[in-house]
């Protein structure tokens, strides 16, 4: 097989993450401890908040921090003092401090990968944060290049095969995001490859394109050593 070049997400592809947050989040329901909204109903108005600070402030545990002061703010039942919302700060900060859970079979396949192919992580968020991760994953040997951009968007796709100069029949998005992995980089002209995760956030989850030529499924990670 020519050499491929492999754009590959990180949270919830490479290493667990979305579970970090829910258990904040689980955690935040607990503190907050309404009397009437059940925790999928406080989701519903934490998701409201997510998606109107996006733009503003991007993604990462300090916007998620920043979210879940607000949500509170809005739902307390309580009068409360500093040291409430210093509790719900840090709820937020703690995610920053899990060790790094590499998925099963990810440096196994990585290893594979990049004896044949050219690899490049690309991820959303936090620049910061993200490559902090980045390190703390010691997955750095087995890729040629990274990338933080704020959205993963048809335009950040479109940027980096042009700056990298990838050849786009020859360039696969590898990710566990229907919304910023697969519909972006096939609207790019890439191909996608979707890796299910189970705790995927639920603004990523939209509906995937049927299998194609240029757009593949496989169960998990390792699947990805019999395909390239
Ligand atoms: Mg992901």
């Given at each position: 097989?020519?050499?491929q ?21 689980d ?5 907050l401890?309404?009397s009437?909204?059940a ?13 109107d ?19 509170f703010e ?20 703690r ?25 490049t ?12 991760k980045?390190?703390r994953?010691?997955l750095?040997p087995?890729?040629?290049g ?8 048809a ?20 990710g566990?995001?229907?919304?910023s ?5 096939l ?5 996608a490859?979707?890796?299910?995760h ?5 603004l ?10 240029r ?13 390239f």
């Amino acid at each position: 097989m020519e050499t491929q070049y492999l754009l590959i997400d990180a949270d919830d592809t490479l290493w667990e993450n979305n579970v970090y947050f829910e258990r904040a989040f689980d955690e935040f329901v607990d503190f907050l401890g309404h009397s009437r909204l059940a925790p999928d109903e406080v989701r519903e108005i934490l998701d409201e908040i997510e998606l109107d600070n996006v733009a503003q402030h991007g993604y990462g545990s300090k916007s998620f921090g920043r979210n879940l002061l607000q949500c509170f703010e809005r739902l307390a039942e309580r009068t409360y003092a500093d040291h409430d919302l210093e509790n719900v700060i840090q709820i937020a900060d703690r995610i920053m401090h899990h060790p790094i859970d590499v998925i099963v079979g990810v440096r196994d396949t990585l290893e594979y990968l990049t004896a044949r192919h050219h690899l490049t992580l690309f991820t959303k968020g936090h620049s910061e944060e993200q490559l902090l991760k980045f390190e703390r994953s010691s997955l750095g040997p087995y890729f040629h290049g990274v990338e933080v951009v704020r959205e993963k968007d048809a335009a950040a796709y479109r940027e980096i095969v042009e700056r990298a100069q990838m050849t786009p029949e020859r360039t696969w998005m590898v990710g566990n995001s229907p919304k910023s992995d697969i519909h972006p980089a096939l609207e790019a002209g890439l191909r996608a490859v979707f890796v299910p995760h189970q705790h995927t956030w639920s603004l990523e989850i939209v509906d995937l394109p049927a299998p194609s030529e240029r757009f593949h499924m496989v169960d998990c990670f390792a699947d990805l050593s019999r395909m390239f």
